[in-house]
T-cell receptor
Framework: DTAVSQTPKYLVTQMGNDKSIKCEQN?????MYWYKQDSKKFLKIMFS???????INETVPNRFSPKSPDKAHLNLHINSLELGDSAVYFC????????????FGPGTRLTVT | QKEVEQDPGPLSVPEGAIVSLNCTYS??????FMWYRQYSRKGPELLMY????GNKEDGRFTAQVDKSSKYISLFIRDSQPSDSATYLC???????????FGKGTMLLVSP
């Protein structure tokens, strides 16, 4: 009965590779997010989707491309991985765009070597 | 100056102590204030939510917001080892959905 799930939990890859992280929520929420948490624990929004539409796109390199096939899924594809992309990536969801509570997934720990 | 400042800690206290965690912010448009708790290797989870200024209590936890000082606090009474986690403050304005997080304070409660 996991609310927000992400796969994989761990991802180790080399520079230059392309990788994807998948996120699914079974809460029936309309809005989903991707956050990046760096080594200093700073949690920063990357993207937000509402009903499969992109509504927030913070200053993120074009190598990052989110895709929302339906309301329950928001995937993150990263091209040409760089060392600085190493971080924990969290998916989250909320009932609506201005919701006070966001539900976070367990995170995907990406290590680029 | 960063929008939200939070002392990263770690803050170490003995079991039973009263803990005070704080954040300051610079954006006077922030109206909604939250505290998230993040256990090691887990995602953040909402602990407390406050709108505008004032206090809110939930069990051992009390959240305070002082908008005039741009200062928010989370108090934990009778702290337990299970409270050991990183506490992140988060806030947003009235119209924008993005949450701005502090860097989090690591709390360690020893038995």
């Amino acid at each position: 009965d996991t609310a927000v799930s992400q796969t994989p939990k761990y991802l180790v890859t080399q520079m230059g590779n392309d990788k994807s992280i998948k996120c699914e929520q079974n809460l029936g929420h309309d809005t989903m997010y991707w956050y990046k948490q760096d080594s200093k624990k700073f949690l920063k929004i990357m993207f937000s989707y509402n009903n499969k539409e992109l509504i927030i796109n913070e200053t993120v390199p074009n190598r990052f491309s989110p895709k929302s096939p339906d309301k329950a899924h928001l995937n993150l594809h990263i091209n040409s991985l760089e060392l600085g992309d190493s971080a924990v990536y969290f998916c989250a969801s909320s009932q609506e765009t201005a919701a006070r509570q966001q539900y976070f997934g367990p995170g995907t720990r990406l290590t680029v070597t | 100056q960063k929008e939200v400042e939070q002392d990263p800690g770690p803050l170490s206290v003995p079991e039973g102590a009263i803990v005070s965690l704080n954040c300051t912010y610079s954006n006077s448009a922030f109206q909604y204030f939250m505290w998230y708790r993040q256990y090691s290797r887990k995602g953040p989870e909402l602990l407390m939510y406050t709108y505008s200024s004032g206090n809110k209590e939930d069990g051992r936890f009390t959240a305070q917001v002082d908008k005039s000082s741009k200062y928010i606090s989370l108090f934990i009474r009778d702290s337990q080892p299970s409270d050991s986690a990183t506490y992140l403050c988060a806030m947003r304005d009235s119209g924008y959905s993005t949450l701005t997080f502090g860097k989090g304070t690591m709390l360690l409660v020893s038995p």
